[in-house]
């Protein structure tokens, strides 16, 4: 584990999704806060493209990855709002992630014939002649477009990213216009960014600007260095390597076998735990991904809908943050009709609240077994060595493991349809503990409770180390809307 500034124990970022700075606010305070979450990753906040509709719907999300000026301005709130909420979560030992949108700007198609875009707070530029006056770039800041050939390195970096305009991060005027858009966030309180499309720009290049960066400073007492979580995408380790002295980067490459054990019985739980091997996570600062609005919407790897809701997601985020020393990110957002759809959202376009988890908005954050096994991260485990590994007891499907962290904690999973039933030896002291997954210890009555007052299962390690365990497949076909069973 890297050493991420984070108050005391906490390490677990949650990524509220197009959540309104109002309502990030009030979760900080109230949910955040207490389930000793470690920080919020926000969505895009500089002032975007404003698309009135795209396949179908109003308002698509992703029109937040084209920004075209640095105020911040997004239909999540205003500057004010946004240094009030920054200031809030801090106060309640959260700190605050902003997702960083810098490799690109509006791309061209949207200006049509005259290249004329305007963004959701008014600001206007020009697409055709590459004047973006809100972000202080004109044509000789851009590269020269070009298709991307996703096999070559440097046109993965200097070419068009669908068809949005690509800055010339090499430029000492460009980097001085990002930096001071992510200094002024840091005098606000932010800790940390999302650096979007990272795997698009020259790691040199982002070096000059975080070395360009002031330092962090929470609640007026500085702190660690800022944090940068690198979004380089990479399937077969051939980009990771070049950014590791950038900054902390996502683990896309081991999502991969874990989103295909559990979302379909394929790959294997011994190529996880394999995958957490390779060199190139010791040498690194990971942050351990769940999900993002791209890999829920199947953008990568073979990802979900809407009505994957059976489980999985769920079954991903609790084996990453049971397995995981690194740090992980969970991910929070809404049901969607198609994959354009933008957030919940009242006649005039305003983003509903979503701090009833009503509407659509999906809060898998406030699931109770996720806040549970936050806290057996946060709480136990973190960076304890994961051992006593096992996970080919049964007929060879290997869709089930086991492992325990050090002697904190002990963790089972079964990714298949059949029930799991089977005695394990582990380190830890003898004793009846309450299962994590389906309530926690409450002092006050002396037991294990789950929610509304039940209480949950308890396990039992014997005088000889020995614990039986049984447990229930997944059910991959049946459809439960995560609407109905969120803690609302
Ligand atoms: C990312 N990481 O590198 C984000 O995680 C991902 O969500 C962003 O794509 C992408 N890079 C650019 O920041 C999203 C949508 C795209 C969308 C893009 C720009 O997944 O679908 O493209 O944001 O808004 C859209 C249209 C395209 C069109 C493009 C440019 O969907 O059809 O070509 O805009 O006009
Ligand atoms: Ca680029």
Sequence with gaps: QFDTGMSEDRRVIVHLFEWPFDAIKEECKN?????????????????????????????????????????????????????????????????????????????????GDSGDVVGVGGTHANTKTEDYPG?????????????????????????????????????????????????????????????DAAKHMWPEDLRKIYGMLKNVSVNGV?????????????????YQGDYKNVGA?????????????????????????????????LSQKVVALTANQDTQRGTWPNGFSNSDSNGIQRGIDAFILAYTKE??????????????????????????????????????????????????????????????????WDDGTELQAAFTRGKKGFAVFNADTKTLKHTFKVPLSPGVYCDLATGYYSPEHQNCRGTSGITSRKVEIKSDGTVEVSLPGMARSSSVNLRDTVAE
């Design 31 to 111: 949910v955040l806060g207490p389930q000793k979450f470690g920080g919020v990753l926000v969505a895009p906040i500089a002032e975007n493209l404003l698309v009135q509709s795209s396949g179908g719907v109003r308002r698509p999300w992703w029109e937040i990855y084209q920004p075209l000026s640095w105020n911040i301005q997004t239909r999540k709130g205003n500057e004010q709002q946004f240094k009030e909420m920054v200031e809030v979560c801090n106060k309640n030992n959260v700190r605050v992630y902003v997702d960083a949108v810098f490799n690109h700007a509006v791309g061209r198609v949207w200006g």
């Design 222 to 238: 500085p702190s660690k260095g800022c944090i940068w979580m690198l979004e380089v995408i990479d399937d077969n380790g051939e």
């Design 327 to 392: 740090i992980p990110n969970i991910y929070s957002g809404y049901s969607y009709k198609n994959t354009n759809s933008g957030p919940p959202m009242d006649d005039s376009e305003k983003i509903t609240s979503p701090l009833n988890c009503t509407n659509g908005w999906t809060c898998e954050h406030r699931f109770p077994p996720h806040q549970w096994i936050v806290k057996f991260f946060t709480n136990y485990v973190q960076d304890a060595p994961v051992e006593n590994w096992q996970s080919n």
């Design 135 to 195: 972000l202080g770039y004109t044509e000789a800041n851009f590269h020269k477009p070009c298709q991307m050939n996703f096999n070559d390195k440097t046109s993965v970096r200097y070419c068009t990213l669908y068809d949005l305009t690509d800055v010339d991060h090499n430029q000492g005027h460009v980097q001085q216009k990002i930096a001071s858009f992510l200094n002024k966030l840091i005098d606000f309180g932010v800790a940390g960014f999302r650096i």
């Design 249 to 281: 980067e996502y683990d896309f490459e081991c999502l991969k076998p874990i989103t295909q054990v559990f979302k379909k019985g394929e790959s294997s739980m011994s190529n996880i735990n394999n995958c957490a091997k390779y060199p190139r996570y």
